[in-house]
């Protein structure tokens, strides 16, 4: 390695992008096309950046494996800042399996990182805290620890973990000050701030107010009967939870009915919320009283829903009260919203991805949210990417739902 490749490598480990630039803007060998690529990928020009890793990558040719997985892991982390969900994941876990078997273990390490912030934004946080375990921080430079806390934190904030998650980045932040990188400290700090805003709201006896993440936590082990609209569950204290996400029908009914509790809901009330009309006949009364059946079964463990004189009570088995905890955002594509939040330019195939959803559902809910002037696109075709201003005030990611089960 030559002196201005050295000095840029340690330039671009500073977090000093535009240094590193003016030791190999003009060079087109391999090892200062890839410096070059980390360079534009931390200046933002996410495009720039991934054509000048593959074009790093085929110069270093097939006998430079090590090389190669490094620009494969760094190609990888540019996707991921440009939200391509469904980038080649078996290219980066090919790429860690080589880093390991040469024992790169910081780059091994950080590709297993991108690996557990991917599955993390797709939902799938049971696969994520797998792939976390055993990977020890204690080695690792700061940068890197830092990397690790942030994401204990959101996995933690995922499992409304408010403690775990408060320790975890009180760590990142003492990591990210020994790394002296501007850039993690305010990624760090944008992080700490979602435990101080509204996570979630609470409506109960007609009254809705927000809550705090430590409040949340608090509510799901408080001995109420929860229906959390955040997650599309049912669930009370330490008992198993009941996931209503794949039945929208039965959860708009718990839903209409906890609001409603201790009172009862009209039928034409619930029918207008299942079934989504005004006019309501007897095929309307006749699917209602078999969709009720249906979650009566569903629910027994937790709740009774009883048949009253003008429509149906929830009944909680052993909870003192029923609440709902619903989106801090009152939003019919909140979900969406929530993760356009972040600042970051999305693809509507990604949206799906990381929802669950298909991709015409995703983009019907970001055409509508366009028209409200909620929502931005750029770009044209394949290359079309959604974005809004995060909210400030609300840490609407925090309750994101996870991969339907």
Known sequence: MDSLIEAAARALAAGDALGALNRVALRSDAPALALRGVAMAQLGDLARAKALMRSAARAFGPKEALARARCVVAEAE???????LNWPAKMLHAARATLEAHGDRLNAAHARYLEVRRLLLIGRLEDAERLLVGLDPAPFPPALKAAHELIVAGMAMRRLEAKAARAALTRARQAA???????????????????????????????????????????MMSGALVVDACRHIVACNAAPAIHLARRPVLF?????????????????????????????????RARLRVEMARLRATIRPLAEVIATKRGFALVPQHAREIVVLARPVDEKHAAVLALLADGESWSSSAVALALGASQRTVQRALDSLAESGKVQSVGRGRARRWMTQPMPALATTLLLPARLV
Do not use: C, M, Y
């Not at 509790?261 to 919320?273: F, H, K, Q, S």
């Open 177 to 219: 000050a020994h790394s002296g990188i501007p850039a993690l400290k305010a990624e760090v700090e944008s992080a700490a701030l979602l435990l101080s805003t509204p996570a979630a709201r609470l409506i109960a006896h007609g009254q809705a107010h927000p809550l705090l993440l430590e409040e949340v936590e608090a509510l």
């Open 252 to 284: 708009a009914i718990a839903r209409a009915l906890a609001e409603a509790w201790p009172e009862d809901v009209p039928r034409n009330a619930l029918i207008a919320d299942a079934f989504r009309t005004q006019l309501p006949d007897e095929s309307h």
């Open 78 to 84: 540019i996707a991921l800042a440009s939200r391509e």
